[in-house]
């Protein structure tokens, strides 16, 4: 009798999760039913939408005298055409979708809603779309994107600038004292028809690292920070700052307009871009670094400490470059040390990388 019970009631329990899960199955397609069909609307629109800005395209290239209005019909009429047979394909696939859902009961996926991961610009005339992007697979172009973003990233030689003395005098190996930079920048076209003039600007990480000669290191004294000879021999001695900064650019160069049918680009490969600007911001810190040897060992000494140093960064910078490669140039207007009697400047000379 027991067994029975028990046996009469796991099939109960069964059937009744077979039923739930049948009712849940129905209730996912009829959703997936509903919101496919609600999509119809969106694609009318979405190419309702592209068809008028490419026929303001069309108007705008009549005004500037590069094609006739018997031209401009003609290409209107093709335009009509193409964006009536996209929106019957469209809606064709939607519904081949609602059948396919009604007919087997799952839920299919919508590749338009997939949404992807793309690090780099995606084709040679997008000058003007965003290195990064995150978003849907299919996501329709904006018709004029004036502003992009790309990173930057530049090293070179760094060396200071003492006031009454000349680069030649200088206190620090030419060789052994680099800089680098690292950051994100945004650039925007200043005018709406032409893009000869952009402004260029971000937020970047810039290390200074200087290499003092004869054996000398930084010392702060209390009233101010001076080079003082090591009492062993060092196979080291290197001073960095870390700067957080904000640079700022006007960018100048040609470029080319690129015309598609729902969208337009410019374009400056194969192009010379010269920026002229400056850059602000803080001193993260200051630090050395010295190595040498001691009754036969190897010491390493990593000293961080304020070196009466200024806190606030500014000064002036600019490039010169072809495609994703420029010279590159900074100069310190701030000086190096705050209460010392002689200025100290910081220069930078080197490649710059902006990956646009």
């Not at 064709?92 to 007919?103: H, P, T």
């Not at 995150?134 to 930057?152: A, C, E």
């Amino acid at each position: 009798m027991k067994l029975i019970t028990f046996t009469t009631a796991l099939a109960l329990w069964l059937l009744a999760g077979i039923y739930a899960q049948a009712q849940e199955n129905d209730h996912d397609t009829q959703t997936s039913v509903e919101r496919l069909n609600s999509f119809r609307e969106t694609i009318i629109q979405e190419e309702k939408d592209a068809l008028k800005a490419s026929v303001e395209n069309i108007n705008q290239r009549v005004e500037d005298g590069n094609i006739t209005e018997a031209e401009a019909e003609t290409l209107k009429q093709e335009l009509a055409e193409k964006h009536a047979l996209n929106i019957e394909n469209r809606l064709a696939i939607i519904d081949n979708k609602v059948a396919l859902l009604q007919r087997n009961g799952k839920v299919d996926e919508d590749e338009d809603s997939q949404i992807i991961f793309r690090f780099g610009s995606s084709g040679k005339d997008n000058e003007n779309d965003n290195v990064l992007y995150i978003g849907p697979k299919n996501q329709k172009r904006k018709y004029d994107r004036r502003t992009s973003s790309d990173l930057v990233f530049a090293f070179g030689l760094n060396n200071v600038i003492t006031e009454g003395e000349s680069l030649q005098d200088s206190d620090f190996k030419v060789a052994g004292s680099r800089f680098a930079e690292l950051g994100w920048a945004w650039k925007t076209r200043v005018f709406k028809n032409t893009n000869w003039l952009r402004v260029k600007y971000g937020l970047s990480f810039q290390f200074n690292g200087l290499k003092p000669t004869d054996n000398r290191f930084y010392v702060d004294t209390g009233e101010q920070t001076e080079l003082q000879e090591y009492p062993l021999n060092l196979d080291k001695s290197k001073f960095r700052m870390d700067n957080l900064v904000v640079p700022f650019h006007f960018e100048f160069g040609p470029s080319k307009k690129i015309e598609h049918d729902e969208y337009f680009r410019y374009s400056t490969e194969n192009q010379i871009k010269v920026g002229l600007g400056g850059y602000a911001g803080i001193n993260l810190g200051a630090r050395q670094k010295l190595k040498f040897e001691e009754d036969g060992e190897d010491q390493k000494l990593k000293l961080k400490a304020d070196y009466n140093t200024n806190k606030f960064i500014y000064g002036l910078s600019g490039y010169i470059g072809w495609q994703g490669v420029a010279v590159y140039a900074k100069y310190d207007l701030n000086t190096i040390f705050k209460n010392n009697p002689v200025d100290q400047r910081n220069v930078s000379l080197g490649l710059r990388f902006d990956m646009d």
